[in-house]
């Protein structure tokens, strides 16, 4: 709902933002379900998500137009 407040430059980055670490979250999730010991995966699984969470509460600061 906020995302309809943002400068739409913005919102096109931030929107691409979320779609670039939403697809690495299914690429990562993939690989740690077919090899379950990768920590490899793993860690960029959980830099997804920890990235992910910053791209969302940045969104939060952005003042309203």
Known sequence: ARETFLDPTLKSTYRKSLDSLNACIK??????QREPTNTLAREFLLSAYQQKAE???AALTFPSR
């Open 27 to 32: 690429e990562c999730l993939k690989h740690c």
């Open 55 to 57: 791209v969302l509460a």
